[in-house]
């Protein structure tokens, strides 16, 4: 939609040959309308001429309203025509040569890898050869590659478009479960009795035997909770900054054309179902409509080298199957795309020649309606629109949304009394947009600079936490120009999501974080401050003890910081926390003492990594094992946390091989390290009771009866891991963010 213009509901037709005026188109004074751009096209995508404003019909909010005019904006100056188009020009309403268009190239690489794409991309760059010299051109690659603000230079776009690459992150999961799974079990498994959902039980059987074990089926329902919820953060981030390019683009006047390239995004389409991203893909429709574009769609359908993957072989595999994941990942986009006035074309690994085709011819040409809007229309909020034509067997192409200016709100692009045959001078710049940053989040945001400890206050107290967080999401950017400062403030707000009581809080927090998690990654290799990020997000959760949460998260991040110590051991307490809860049996122990082992390779966590694992082995009978990881002791100057607990678990070690003498001494050098600890002190006394010393256990029951209810033990935090230092771990990532 462009502004409030003035239209004349009877322009002249005029001959467009080069011998003749231009045409005038004359205008009312005192009328003023909506712009309302849509293309009308026939089967083969080629736009109809000789429209007039009584072929059209316009609702706006399912009220009609009167179309006034309709004029052929033509994309190419009025001397490329040839003689029958010139003929169907002249034989109605005039034909106006368009200003240059603005046609953007987005790519959407998390959704794709490397080989999917090698051949559309090639397509894309032919695409960009053909557009005329006179189109502007643009390209964003995200959430991470290149980007351009749009420029005439076609060549320095197509090579910036030559170095884009796939990036699809594919999470590490136990089960084999397709797309269209994940959205139909994370609905069956919603209901009030998931057991007797016929689909659910098939996918039990075929992933853990028949009969299932209780176990197992539980690690099932977890992990389709958290594929649901990582591909949910996915789909998020990535409308999250298809809305940002919207917005930025708004500022250029005029129709822009905007052509995304993705291998879908995975959203429910059934009811209770995740991944659930119908709201923020509605407000993306709408800034769509606010900024003037036209969406096309290139979807990339890799279904069928996907039936080649290690998932895919293993699960449920037959052309149904295909057909339905191939809806699940198309169907959002197809939506999208139709409600931002363009369209989606289905393209296979190895074409798109066709898609690229059609695209061009489409956007050829557009109609722009002159609609008299009514005046509860002018609020200068965004309104569902519908375009019509009476016109046989065609196609029409337009926006779902509009936006009507407020009446005081004047012309947003003047009209002049003459439209040239030769391309106009482009008007300058429109002022930016307003950013929209709901009162609540700006209020938490100015705190969250100015006090920490009142903004974390302040953040324990919300009432509907659940709300700020959703509004947080579809806001824009209280720093526009800090994005490292929002992404300390989404981990903070979707923490405290998680820590809620509140279900609908912890759902959002948990959409916050996958969310966020997509958005600090950093084009091919990490910076200091996305592992730090991640760092203080998997130490959060450990903290949580929400180990299946955090296994969505802890493997990638390790994969992008492999040289982070500390991440090497959250990923092998996060594992030991699984095993705690039952969550995975015997068959993961050894892969649980593989990631201590990791962890023992760096000199920041080998202490603290040999320590744990020896308390673990300890617990599934490898006693002499143990033992051998805790010589030798740490050094005097280790950190006195790692030494106590290293002295306490030998004495618990060296108890349970009968060693009673030399687990004496170990509790006694705990104590020395840590004075007052319960847990070395209780151990000590325990001991000395089973044999006999009376006195010297009397002596110790009666020092932790009596010690002051303050009094730290540093095995209260053991299961927590480096959430016993959270605050000093996000002091530090805020540190980074300024």
């Not at 149904?320 to 959002?332: C, I, K, T, Y």
């Amino acid at each position: 939609m462009l502004g409030i213009v003035a239209f004349s509901a009877e322009a002249p037709a005029q001959s467009q040959s080069g011998a003749q005026k231009p045409p005038t188109t004359t205008f009312r004074s005192g009328l003023d309308l909506i712009a309302v751009d849509v293309q009308v096209i026939d089967r083969e995508g080629t736009p109809v001429a000789g429209l007039g404003p009584e072929k059209f019909e316009v609702t706006i909010n399912g009220r009609r309203r009167r179309v006034v005019s309709a004029n052929l904006v033509e994309s190419r100056s009025v001397t490329t025509l040839t003689a029958a188009e010139r003929a169907a020009a002249t034989s109605g309403p005039p034909v106006i040569p368009n200003l240059p268009r603005v046609v953007f190239m987005a790519i959407d690489c998390l959704s794709f890898d490397s080989s999917a794409s090698r051949h559309v991309i090639a397509s894309a760059r032919d695409f960009i050869d053909r557009l005329p010299a006179t189109d502007e051109v643009g390209l964003f690659a995200y959430p991470y590659g290149p980007k351009m603000s749009p420029t005439m230079d076609h060549a320095a776009v197509s090579r910036a478009l030559s170095t884009v690459l796939g990036q699809r992150d594919v999470p590490s999961n136990q089960f084999h479960l397709r797309p269209s799974e994940i959205v139909d079990l994370s609905a069956a498994a919603s209901a009030a009795q998931p057991r007797d959902a016929s689909l659910l039980e098939s996918v039990v059987r075929r992933e853990c035997g028949n009969p299932p074990e209780d176990v197992c089926r539980q690690r099932l329902m977890l992990e389709i909770t958290g594929a649901a919820l990582y591909y949910e953060g996915q789909g998020n981030a990535g409308l999250g900054m298809l809305r940002s390019l919207l917005e930025q683009i708004s500022v250029i006047n005029g129709r822009k054309t905007l052509v995304l390239i993705s291998a879908g995004m995975m959203a429910s389409d059934v009811p209770g179902g995740r991944p659930d991203i119908s709201e923020l893909g509605m407000q993306v429709g709408k800034e769509a409509a606010r900024s003037n574009t036209s969406i096309y769609t290139l979807y990339l359908d890799t279904a069928a080298i996907d039936r080649f993957s290690a998932d895919v072989r293993s699960g449920d595999k037959n052309l149904q199957s295909e057909a339905r994941d191939s809806d699940v990942l198309g169907r959002w986009l197809d939506q999208f795309s139709g409600a931002a006035g363009g369209a989606l074309f289905k393209v296979q690994v190895g074409s798109g020649e066709y898609a690229f085709d059609r695209v061009l011819k489409e956007i050829s040409a557009y109609y722009l309606l002159g609609v008299e809007p009514a005046e509860d229309d002018r609020d200068g909020r965004t309104h569902e629109i519908k375009v019509k034509t009476t016109q046989k067997n065609v196609t029409i192409r337009g926006r779902r949304w509009v936006t009507v200016p407020k009446r005081d709100a004047g012309p947003t692009e003047a009209a002049s009394e003459g439209t040239s045959a030769e391309p106009a001078r482009a008007p300058a710049p429109a002022a930016p947009p307003k950013r929209m940053v709901p009162a609540n989040v700006q209020a938490l945001a100015d705190l969250f600079d100015r006090d920490v400890v009142a903004f974390q206050q302040q953040l324990a107290s919300t009432q509907d936490l659940a709300s700020l967080i959703r509004d947080f999401r579809a806001s824009d950017n209280p720093w526009p120009n800090a994005t490292r400062r929002a992404s300390v403030f989404a981990l903070e707000l979707s923490i405290a999501g998680l820590r809620s009581n509140n279900g609908y809080a912890h759902d959002e927090g948990g959409r916050l974080l996958a969310e966020y998690s997509v958005r600090v990654r950093q084009p091919e290799a990490s910076d200091a401050f996305e592992c730090a990020w991640l760092w203080t997000e998997v130490a959060a959760l450990e903290g949580l003890f929400m180990a299946d949460n955090a296994m969505l998260f802890v493997p990638r991040a390790v994969e992008r910081c492999p040289a982070n110590g500390r991440l090497h051991l959250a990923y092998a307490i996060v594992s030991e926390q699984q095993w705690l809860r039952g969550t995975v049996g015997a068959e993961a122990e050894a892969q649980i003492l593989q990631r201590y082992e990791e962890a023992f390779k760096f000199s920041d966590t080998a202490a603290e990594a040999r320590m744990r694992a020896a308390w673990f082995l300890s617990r599934t009978g490898k006693l002499d094992q143990a033992v051998a990881l805790l010589e030798p002791a740490p050094a005097r100057d280790a950190d006195p946390y790692v030494v106590y607990l290293t002295a306490l678990v030998r004495g618990q070690v060296l108890r349970a091989r009968g060693q009673l003498d030399e687990a004496a001494s170990a509790y006694r050098a705990a104590l020395a390290t840590w004075p007052g600890a319960q847990s070395a002190r209780v151990g000590l006394m325990t001991l000395q009771l089973s044999r006999g010393e009376r006195q010297e256990a009397a002596s110790l029951a009666e020092a932790a009866e009596t010690a002051p209810t303050d009094q730290f033990d540093p095995w209260w935090t053991y299961w927590l891991g480096d959430y016993r230092v959270y605050p000093s771990i996000v002091a530090k990532l805020r540190e980074m963010a300024q």
